[in-house]
């Protein structure tokens, strides 16, 4: 069951390489500031192969210091973590809502499958360009909506809300209707 609660495959080294990014570092160095943001000690087991690994794909380069092995970062291990840091997001969107999906479908739960679905949802906005305006009303909408209904509404308030959904909906069904048949006025 404990590994539920670690990282994603490949976080580690994606870590340790941004660590050593920010300045030369031991091997157990490293596993000390892992320990001190994360609570957890990785092992040397794990660290040392994985600087092992970073070394030969020439990533870092280790030189030896007062009895220990310093490691820093290459031009290449530079490149490397540019690359990481653009498809961090990506990354690490696509573990959370991986392990939400199967947790949802193994537990049953609701709550989670939810959440599943909304990372989804903008993970893919995320890729579009949204003209700002747009994005503003949208954000708007969503924050004035959900803040109502957790703030444990009454039948009242909570009818309000299916019929303010209900009539946006509606709206929007008239207008793919009329975006799909050409239809333009000149004011919206």
Not at 1 to 9: A, G, H, K, Q, Y
Not at 62 to 88: F, H
Not at 135 to 159: M, Q, Y
Request: net charge positive; glycine share 6%.
């Amino acid at each position: 069951m404990d590994n539920i609660s670690r990282p994603p495959r490949g976080f580690l080294k994606h870590f340790m390489l941004k660590l050593i990014s920010d300045k030369p570092r031991s091997g157990y160095e490293i596993m000390n500031v892992i320990e001190k943001i994360s609570g957890k000690r990785p092992s040397a087991g794990s660290i040392y192969p994985l600087l092992q690994e970073l070394e030969e794909k020439g990533f870092i380069k280790g030189e030896t210091k007062n009895k220990k092995i310093e490691y820093t970062i290459t031009e290449g291990g530079k490149k490397a973590l540019e690359e990481l840091e653009k498809k961090q997001k990506d990354i690490l969107g696509s573990s959370i809502s991986s392990f939400l999906r199967t947790y949802s479908t193994i537990f049953g739960d609701k709550e989670i499958e939810f959440v599943s679905k909304q990372m989804d949802f903008y993970n893919k906005i995320s890729k579009f360009s949204i003209p700002e305006k747009i994005w503003i009303e949208f954000s708007r909408f969503r924050r004035d909506f959900f803040d109502l209904l957790f703030s444990s509404p009454d039948e009242e308030t909570k009818l309000w809300l299916e019929k303010i959904l209900r009539n946006a909906n509606i709206e929007l069904e008239e207008l793919k209707k009329r975006v799909k048949n050409g239809i333009r006025d000149k004011n919206p």
